[in-house]
């Protein structure tokens, strides 16, 4: 596994990043029309050290909440979910973040989100307060580009870690271009070109890759992205294609989509992005690293929250294993991932 640290590690993957309490709709409809909504929790890298931790690696989540109640309860509820919190610092200063959103696909023009987060315990992340011991002991470092959006010292803290340093362990980037994140400051998709850049495994939308740099194709992402050794980059229904580099040449895999009765549109990139890193972390085939992604996607879009168990791992392997025909004619719907049930696993 390219760029992955050598010996014993105390973790698989560790995950860095803000979680905050997010608060869903009752129903559908404007925020302003919502009369009630019930608590979760929300936070890119977090989603990802759950799903993980649910597959049976050893998963760690490293951030910082407020020393209140909404920390709490972030805390307990990762945790349950078996991820290692023990590096989580709380901060008495500062808040921990939380949000509103509404119950549309986060793509449509209807999607409202309410973020509290400016001034978060998250945001004050720096190289001085984060512990590198424990973000280094890892065979693998997800970050993602919601964090360098957060703060000045949160940017230094995601370039430090991506600079090249002996023994580093292989650094996923999810891109996670969000906007509304980057107001005030232009500098937002040339920030998150360069840590791409330095990281060794790269996820990116290719939607968010036009709208962020306005690079057309997966072949014009590459070109512009030469550096990390897998590219993955995401084309929604038409699937992913993926640039693996091996003794300086590059394969390219395109595996499609999987076609599914979709319940929330939300938390699917960051369900992909672990299903990947879990086939990765197994050292399977490239081809199997995408379709455990398309599964973990299906397995979250197919519940009404961010988080799901993952189906059992037999039973994935038994998916991704599928002969191209097979793979094609599958539509998943709610139920599916009950191993050996096949309930809401269709073929058409």
């Given at each position: ?347 058409t």
């Amino acid at each position: 596994m390219s760029g992955s640290a050598t010996g014993t590690t105390t973790a698989d993957v560790v995950c860095l990043g803000e979680s905050m309490v997010t608060f869903l709709p009752s129903q559908p409809g404007r925020l302003a029309d919502v009369p009630s909504f019930g608590r979760g929790i929300g936070g890119a890298e977090s989603n990802v050290a759950c799903a993980l931790a649910a597959a049976g690696h050893r998963a760690r989540w490293i951030g910082r909440v407020g020393a209140d109640g909404f920390g709490d309860h972030l805390v307990d509820t990762i945790a349950g979910y078996g991820v290692d919190t023990s590096a989580v610092r709380r901060d008495p200063d500062r808040p921990t973040g939380v949000y509103f959103r509404t119950a549309t696909d986060r793509a449509t023009d209807t999607h409202e989100v309410a973020y509290y987060r400016a001034g978060s315990a998250a945001s004050a992340m720096s190289p001085h307060n984060v512990p590198r011991e424990d973000l280094l002991d890892t065979r693998v470092l997800h970050l993602s580009g919601i964090t360098a959006a957060l703060s000045a010292d949160c940017l230094a803290l995601l370039t430090d870690l991506t600079g090249p340093r002996e023994g580093r362990p292989l650094v996923s980037f999810d891109v996670n271009h969000r906007p509304g994140l980057w107001r005030g400051s232009e500098e937002g998709p040339e920030v998150l070109l360069a840590l791409a850049r330095r990281s060794d495994l790269v996820f990116v939308g290719d939607d968010e890759a036009e709208e962020a740099w306005g690079l057309h194709g997966a072949e014009a992402i590459r070109a512009a992205l030469p550096e990390p050794d897998v590219l993955v980059v995401k084309r929604g229904a038409d699937g992913v294609t993926v640039f693996s580099r091996t003794a300086g040449e590059d394969t390219v895999t395109t595996v499609p989509s999987l076609r599914v009765d979709v319940v929330a549109a939300v938390g699917a990139g960051d369900a992909f992005a672990a299903g990947f890193l879990s086939a990765t972390l197994r050292d399977l085939p490239v081809r199997d690293r995408a379709r455990h992604g398309h599964l973990m996607a299906a397995a979250v879009l197919t519940v009404p929250g961010d988080l799901t168990g993952p189906p059992p791992r037999a039973y994935a392997d038994r998916l991704a294993a599928l002969d191209d025909t097979a793979w094609g004619t599958l539509r998943l719907g709610p139920g599916w991932t009950a191993a050996g049930a096949d309930e809401g696993v269709r073929t058409t």
